[in-house]
Each structure stands twice: as structure tokens, then as C-alpha cells.
């Protein structure tokens, strides 16, 4: 599986798809090898969704005007429902950092909107 971070960077899911049906094919010894780099891709991704909810936190955030059309693309953007959704159960805990770090992101928006909200007259 050496290149499926690129297709999953690249969110070519049809491609994607026709490599991960060989996934079985993997001796389990080695799964963790195969699957390294799009594991790691899903990290990186994971870490930029954190900073953008730190960015928030912190006043700092280039999501702050119009953060919800903002934030929402750059989830959309770096976690394509279509190709998330398709990946194996191997990457179970990836995709559920991800929704953790997502809701968090969300809920520190919606916080901050509140707060917004509370000192506009």
C-alpha cells in the first residue's frame, strides 16, 4: 500500500478503493507498515484541525470572521466524508480523533460565536 496517502491526499476515491480491497492480501505482521504513511497523513490532518481550534481558543484565528463557512471547509477539505468513509477498519482510531477533534473544533465556535453574540449591542 505505498501510495495510498497520496490518493487519499489527492481524494481520488476510486483509486483509493481498488488498491484497499487487496488490504487483505497484508500478512498482519506487517499491516502496520503498509498502512504507515496514510496513517501519518491522517495525523498531520488531525493536527491541522486542532490548531485551527487552538487559533479560536487563543483569538488569533484566521476562522475568526465568518469561522463557520471557513471551518467548515477546511474539514470538508481535509476529511472528504466519500474517502474517509471507505477506509478499513485499520484506521477505526484515526477516523475517530478526527471526529473528536472536529466536535471540539466546532464546540470552541460555537462558543466563541456565543461570547460574540453576549458583547454586540
Known amino acids: 500500500m505505498p501510495h495510498c ?3 487519499f491526499r ?3 476515491l476510486h483509486l483509493l478503493l481498488s488498491i484497499l480491497k487487496y488490504k487483505d492480501l497484508i500478512n498482519d505482521a506487517e499491516i502496520n507498515i503498509a498502512f504507515r504513511d496514510l496513517d501519518k497523513e491522517l ?3 488531525i493536527a491541522e484541525i486542532d490548531f485551527a481550534k487552538n487559533e479560536i481558543e487563543e483569538g488569533v484565528s484566521i476562522y475568526k470572521e465568518n469561522h463557520f ?3 467548515t471547509t477546511l474539514v470538508k477539505n481535509l476529511f ?3 474517502i474517509t ?6 484506521f477505526q482510531s484515526a ?3 478526527a ?3 472536529i466536535n471540539f473544533l466546532m464546540l470552541v465556535m460555537i462558543t466563541d460565536y456565543e461570547a460574540q453574540q453576549r458583547k454586540s449591542p
Do not use: G, V
Request: glycine share 0%; hydrophobic share 20%; aromatic share 8%.
Open 5 to 7: 496517502w497520496k490518493l
Open 10 to 12: 489527492k481524494t481520488q
Open 43 to 45: 495525523s498531520n490532518r
Open 69 to 71: 463557512s471557513k471551518s
Open 80 to 82: 472528504p466524508p466519500d
Open 85 to 90: 468513509n471507505a477506509l478499513p477498519r485499520y
Open 95 to 97: 477516523i475517530n480523533r
Open 99 to 101: 471526529a473528536e477533534s
